[in-house]
């Protein structure tokens, strides 16, 4: 850990109300690819390629297999210290929100209850016809009025559910300190929690394997696992 982390432990303790922010990386240990870097390719698909409404209007088959394909991985996955970590820090504060931009479930399976899925769940599906969702169900993914479902998840170039963005907003505007864990922070307008946190005054503090765009911001800046640093500074 660099410098500031002693700094940055004494801010944890300290704090009343604490908002996270995690992005893939907070799920990288657990064995589920992000989607930049290593692993995030798919039969030679990039996800901005499949993570799209034209992608699915164009090939529901194709899309439809590679979200089974990382249904099973998440299922196969359990969460990491990170994870562990973070739901022990939730039982401590009077006010605490963990905004996810994951898809994946590791969060509710490690113990964490104020939960926010801005992106999504990819347990989720919704009907295309007449909105119904279902949690995942094994088999074609048909409605029950016939309609063809999709992924519950947000894909590029659609908007965040709104109630969902402006509780994570909440959050980290009345938060006393902002963890920000394993996101590359270039994804909008979920990277914008971070600045906002800063603004309205929050400690902001940052763990990432790298520099992101905000690691300038921030106030600190740990650069390591989220698995390793998380049960540390906590
Ligand atoms: P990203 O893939 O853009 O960036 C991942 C970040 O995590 C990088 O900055 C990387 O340096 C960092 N990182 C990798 N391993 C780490 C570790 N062990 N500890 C700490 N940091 C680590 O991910 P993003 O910022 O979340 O944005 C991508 C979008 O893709 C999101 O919107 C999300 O919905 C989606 N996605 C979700 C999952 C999931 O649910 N697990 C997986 C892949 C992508
Ligand atoms: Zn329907």
Redesign the pocket.
Known sequence: MTGCATAAKGWLRAAKSVAVLT???????SG??????AG?LWRNYK?EDLATPGAFARDPKLVWEWYDWRREIVAKAQPNAGHYALAKLEQHKAAFTLAT????DLHERAGSKNIIHL?GE?FVERCLKCAKEYRHRKGPHVCECGGITRPG?VWFGEGLPEAALKRAMDAMCSCDVALI???????YP?ASLIPLAKRCGAKVIE????E?PMSGIVDCSLKG???EILPTLL
């Open positions: 992005g893939a990386g907070a799920s990288a240990e589920i690819p992000t989607f930049r870097g995030g996800p931009q994951n898809v994946d992106h990819i998840v864990v394993g996101t590359s922070a270039v994804v979920a763990v990432n394997l790298e992101t696992k989220g698995g």
